[in-house]
């Protein structure tokens, strides 16, 4: 079909997608036969991306954060060579993934230009950000570009809206915060349609694949994101997460990540899916390679005094962790199974690791047997759903867009009468209790974990699957805990076998395990997640980095019996 007799909806996707590629400077295209090659590929990540770019390019982008940074600092590296790197790294990312929706590299390298010539005038940085590149999911309002948030009629608007004075000149608070420290934001990632979905797909950019392992996703909604990260396309970035948007991308793609309670990181002129909806509230998160990167952008984001600013925002400076990593003994819940989908051999495996590498530094585990996640994923449902779908069919009514496939069985048949505002507040009694309940069970395991305190952290899956299927994440929203995912290992077709003779517990257990194919997740990311209580940010990252020392010493020892 020739584009002038294409749909109004699918002209403006086509010439947004026509945009971000002439954005790439030209000496950054790939040739037709290298995008062949990559479409023959399994896993983009590693030898195969790293092929494409120079020896510099790779040396800097295999960094994490806060080598990167310092290295800025000391004058080993100047911001500009950092940013030209990621620049690079990421339009070779988009081209073989479609992760991008916004990518303003030219922007990015005059800044680090200007964070240069501040070095060499003041011999010091201006942050502990200092000439950090950033990539962002495209909720964030950056001034000079678009925020479409995966929405075709959003694009060339303030958030659907034309003619406000808005378009491309708000900029988030967040983004303010983290120019102040230094850093450059350079790329905005893609999200699914709508925001209210486990895998990433829209109208615009398509569907976001696993660069890890191409026939599986990268999850959602945050999942343009989670595959840049997986590329090393960015040191590290910012998504959303109300329902495990930013855990689950980050556990699919073999990535850490921190999901915080409400009130630690602005969300303030953030776009968002159903704004008013503020029960359970979507809160900025970060991914990144290493659990000191994101203790990095945490710390330094606390620094600016976000409470000054954003009146949503807890007086609660940085909190230093130190008396955490000295402590003798940690006692861990483990929460293997919710009882509903049972996790894949390779997400059990992963779980069973974690277990024995906290025990052989002398750890304690405790069994956990909380207040059922399945009510909490129901209270979760009912508030997310309690709009009648109203919000995603005016976004789609902007354009004539369609929903995306995956969406159709939940929306395809809205919008239907909002929740009356009774039952509302019935529903919102409901979560009160159930949290009240939660820590009364939390802190009933003082007499079991033998430190003098309750358990210190739970770990648990972040999905049943190694991809595709989300599930478990949405309690720690509904409880407003914080929740920090590990990388532990990669599905083995060789040792995760199909159980033949697993018996399912429910119907969807049984299309969950049928769904399992050894050969079809074999080198998948396996990812855990340590949940802790309301506002325990530093705790729940000094423990994450306790849980990866502890896994790294017991895969060196398994690897010398």
């Not at 590290?236 to 990535?255: E, K, N, Q, R």
């Not at 047997?369 to 009514?397: C, M, R, W, Y």
Request: charged share 20%.
């Amino acid at each position: 079909m020739r584009e002038s007799h294409l749909p109004n909806w699918q002209r403006i996707a086509s010439m947004k997608r026509a945009a971000i590629h002439d954005s790439i400077p030209k000496q950054w295209l790939l040739d037709n036969g290298t995008l062949q090659r990559c479409k023959e590929q399994k896993k983009l990540t590693g030898s195969f991306i790293e092929g494409l770019l120079d020896p510099e390019t790779v040396e800097i982008t295999t960094l994490d954060s806060v080598d990167i940074v310092e290295k800025i600092r000391s004058g080993n590296f100047t911001s500009l060579q950092v940013m030209r790197a990621f620049c690079w790294r990421a339009a070779i990312s988009h081209q073989l993934n479609g992760c991008l929706l916004e990518y303003f590299c030219d922007d990015a390298m005059i800044r680090a230009e200007q964070l240069d010539d501040y070095y060499a005038k003041h011999n010091k940085t201006v942050g502990p950000l200092h000439g950090l590149p950033l990539s962002l999911k495209d909720q964030f309002h950056v001034q000079g570009v678009d925020t479409s948030m995966g929405y075709v009629g959003w694009l060339n608007s303030y958030e659907g809206r034309k003619g406000t004075g808005k378009e491309k000149v708000v900029e988030s608070e967040l983004i303010r915060e983290l120019r102040s420290l230094g850093g450059i934001p350079f790329c905005k990632t893609s999200p699914v349609q709508t925001l209210w979905f486990g895998e990433t797909n829209n109208n615009i950019m398509g569907y976001s694949k696993n660069p890890v392992n191409q026939g599986l996703s990268s999850g959602g909604s945050s999942g343009g994101e989670g595959a840049l990260q997986a590329m090393k396309g960015s040191p590290i970035g910012a998504g959303t997460d109300i329902g495990g948007s930013v855990s689950i991308p980050a556990s699919f793609c073999g990535l850490y990540s921190i999901k915080p309670s409400h009130g630690r990181i602005s969300y303030q002129e953030a776009a968002n899916s159903s704004p008013g909806q503020m029960i359970i509230n979507s809160v900025v998160g970060f991914m990144s390679s290493s659990p000191r990167s994101l203790q990095l952008m945490m710390a330094s984001l606390m620094s600016t005094k976000p409470w000054m600013h954003d009146p949503e925002i807890v007086k609660m400076p940085w909190r230093d962790s130190e008396e955490l990593r000295q402590r003798d003994q940690l006692c861990f819940g483990i929460f293997a199974s919710d009882g509903i989908v049972s996790p894949h051999p390779p997400i059990a495996r992963a779980l069973q690791m974690t277990v024995e590498a906290l025990e052989a530094e002398g750890h304690k585990v405790i069994i956990w047997n909380p207040p059922s996640h399945s009510e909490a994923s129901k209270i979760h449902s009912a508030f997310t759903d309690a709009d009648g779908g109203a919000d995603v069919h005016q976004q789609l009514k902007l354009s004539g867009e369609p929903l995306i496939p995956e969406l159709r069985p939940y929306f395809a048949n809205g919008p239907v009468p909002p929740m009356p505002l009774l039952d509302f507040y019935d529903l919102c009694l409901k979560r009160k209790d159930y949290r009240r309940r939660y820590l009364e069970y939390w802190m009933s395991t003082l007499n079991q974990t033998g430190t003098g305190r309750p358990v210190d952290g739970v770990i648990l899956p972040v999905a049943p699957t190694a991809a595709v299927i989300p599930a478990y994440a949405s309690t720690t929203n509904v409880l407003d805990f914080t929740a920090v995912v590990i990388p532990v290992t990669t599905a083995d077709s060789k040792i995760d076998v199909f159980n033949h003779s697993y018996r399912p517990l429910n119907e969807l257990d049984r299309q969950n395990w049928q769904a399992y194919d050894p050969e079809k997740y074999d080198g998948a990311p396996c990812g855990i997640q340590v949940m802790g209580r309301r506002l325990e940010e530093e705790k729940m990252l000094s423990i994450s980095q306790i849980i990866a020392d502890a896994l790294h010493n017991y895969k060196q020892q398994s690897s010398q019996m």
